[in-house]
Structure formats: C-alpha cells, structure tokens
Antibody, heavy 120, light 111 residues
C-alpha cells in the first residue's frame, strides 16, 4: 500500500522560503519509472501542478514558477523535498504530494495535503 | 488560469446520469495526451477516478466512466448517489506549456 504525507510550516512570511517534505512508504524512488510530484490548491480554487522528480533524478518544473522551485529526493529516507523561494500571499494554498509513474502522467495516490498560509 | 475548461457546476437527482466536460486544445487533449479524472470530496485530497481516458482503478465503481474525442473529454456518472457530491477535475499534459495541466474543476451537487 502506497502512502504519502506532507510536512512543513503552516505559516510563512512574505519573501521567505518555503520548505516542504513528502515522506512516503510502499514504494522506492530508486525503482525504475517511479516519481513524486507536488500539486497545490489555493483556497476555493483549482489544482495546480508545481514540480516532479523521477527515480533517475529527472526533474520537471511548472515553467511559470521554475525560477522559484527546487525539488530533491533522499532515496534512503523515502523523502522528497520541495523548496519555493520568495513566497507571497498568492502562494497561500494546500500543498499535496503524489505518486506518479513515468509511463503515465496521472497522480495516484495523493498525500493528505498540508495547508500553508503566507502572511506577515 | 487552466487550459482545460470544465463547467463550474452540474447537478442531478439521485439515480440520474450527469456528465462533466473537459475542453482542451491541440497541444494537450488534441495532441493525443491522455486524460485523467479525480474526485475531491470536501476537505480531502483528490482521488484518482479515471486514468488514460477511460480506465478505472481498482475499487472505483463502474458508475463512473470516461471518454475522449478530439480536443475534449468527458466524465459520466450514472445512478448518481449522495456520496458522489464532490469536486471533479480533469488532468492531462500540455506539450506547448510543458505542464501537467488540471481542469478548472466541476462541483457536482446531488439534489
């Protein structure tokens, strides 16, 4: 059974850097074809893909946010870390991580999500 | 702003059939990228409902079905139940944006 769980701060100040960790079980990021993605959802709005990383360290970023995002993996800890610099109020959202397979571009399953508020 | 457009809301009485459209373009759905559908119950994470246009993961009732044609896709729910009240999102890949794009979302209300 695959499970993922997001962790990180619930409140960050404008201009600060957000660091979120996705801790997973039931699969390994050293297995061919496996990946983890990050998706966010502002309050009352639609889902928005942010980044993903595959087993071979292939990294993909949302083009409009690429300069602010970094995704890394720690295979030994079963963790994926997302950092987002220069946070602003528009980045207030629930952030989800999810499992993905390289031969298909769907996300399944998802973590429960972690709510991040950007406010001074 | 999403490049996949869905109706903001659809509604139906218990037992009825409702459909949700997902309209894209030649750089995503029309480029033969597959469409996936997610159900998001209130206050919870999205759950995969349909993958690769019409496939149901194990455990998803056959009341849910997906289809794709041209630059659009559809999700149908037959025999609507109260527990189907949720937000539904389509998702695909856009080759011009290099983006895993989600739809605008549709709220399904069971009357």
């Amino acid at each position: 059974q695959i499970t993922l769980k997001e962790s990180g701060p619930t409140l960050v100040k404008p201009t600060q850097t957000l660091t979120l960790t996705c801790t997973f079980s039931g699969f390994s990021l050293s297995t061919s074809g496996v990946g983890v993605g990050w998706i966010r959802q502002p309050p009352g709005k639609a889902l928005e893909w942010l980044a993903l990383i595959y087993w071979d360290d292939d990294k993909r970023y949302r083009p409009s946010l690429k300069s602010r995002l970094t995704i890394t993996k720690d295979t030994s800890k079963n963790q994926v870390v997302l950092t987002m610099t220069n946070m602003g109020p528009v980045d207030t959202a629930t952030y989800f991580c999810a499992h993905i397979i390289s031969y298909g571009n769907w996300f399944d399953p998802w973590g429960q999500g972690t709510q991040v508020t950007v406010s001074s | 702003q999403s490049v996949l457009t869905q109706p903001p809301s659809v509604s139906g009485a218990p037992g009825q059939r409702v459909t949700i459209s997902c309209t894209g373009s030649s750089s995503n759905i029309g480029a033969r990228y597959d469409v996936h559908w997610y159900q998001q119950l209130p206050g919870t994470a999205p759950k995969l409902l349909i993958y690769d246009n019409f496939n149901r993961p194990s455990g998803v009732p056959d009341r849910f079905s997906g289809s794709k044609s041209g630059t659009s896709a559809s999700l149908a729910i037959t025999g609507l139940q109260a527990e189907d009240e949720a937000d539904y999102y389509c998702q695909s890949y856009d080759s011009s944006l290099n983006d895993y794009v989600f739809g605008t979302g549709t709220k399904v209300t069971v009357l």
